[in-house]
């Protein structure tokens, strides 16, 4: 086999990868700039905490997405590269953060939309900041710690089991972590923005849970296409990824 057909084969496996972190990337940094806004969906039944809405950050749609990226990259590439992939999310969301705070503080000409408005949608406040990023570490680590004791657990089998698993247990150290310090501790250490009351920041951590508890669910099929995809993709030929 020529060295051009090597190269064209390692291509093409690579695609799957460098599309999983793309993924996990785009929607980390989604999840940052889209924190700030407040979301209510109304549900069909009133239920004990939340009552007949659900009322959640706006990062809680992007970042479920990222354990969906994690888990399929733990399962393709290893734990290894899982945590590599996590620490790179977390220098983007500082390269993201410099950036938008850059532009905020640079002078803006005549024809600018306001710099008042821009400051307010893309300048996340502190706590916000704090939160997200603490929330980030300790739940993105622990998602892939997870992931790979029951892989290790189930020798391989029940894919279904810890991606929900992981994700079910992760999902909520990253609501409590983020609720917790960005709409109290952060507000009442730092001196920056109210600390809400007790019955608000329940309300909030269960809506924002029970969300991305309901999109870990569904997402389970979509997590066995990706695997399946780049193993069929090695059992046609092309090299397999290997999972430490």
Not at 204 to 215: D, E, T
């Amino acid at each position: 086999m020529s060295a051009t057909a090597d190269t064209s084969r390692v291509g093409r496996a690579s695609t799957i990868q460098v599309a999983l972190v793309a993924l996990f990337t785009t929607a980390l940094v989604t999840a940052q700039l889209t924190a700030t806004k407040i979301l209510g969906f109304p549900i069909p039944v009133s239920l004990p905490v939340t009552g007949a809405e659900l009322i959640l950050p706006g990062a809680s749609l992007a970042y479920a997405l990222t354990f969906l990226a994690s888990d399929c990259y733990a399962e393709l590439y290893g734990r290894r590269a899982a945590h590599v992939l996590v620490a790179v999310g977390f220098a983007m969301n500082l390269v993201l953060l410099g950036l938008v705070w850059a532009t905020i503080a640079a002078p803006a000409a005549a024809s600018s939309v306001d710099p008042t408005a821009f400051a307010t949608v893309l300048g996340a406040s502190t706590n916000v900041v704090v939160g997200s990023l603490l929330a980030y570490v300790v739940s993105q680590n622990w998602d892939v710690f997870v992931f790979h004791r029951l892989r290790n657990h189930t020798d391989g089998r029940a894919l279904w089991l810890r991606n929900i698993g992981s994700t079910a247990t992760s999902q909520a150290i990253d609501t409590v972590i983020f609720v917790g310090v960005a709409f109290y501790l952060a507000p009442q250490l730092l001196g920056v923005g109210s600390a809400l009351p007790g019955s608000v920041l329940i309300g909030l951590a269960v809506g924002q849970y029970l969300l991305k508890l309901l999109i870990a669910l569904c997402d389970t099929p979509v997590v066995y296409a990706i695997v399946g995809y780049a193993r069929s993709r090695a059992d046609a030929g092309e090299p397999r990824p290997s999972a430490d």
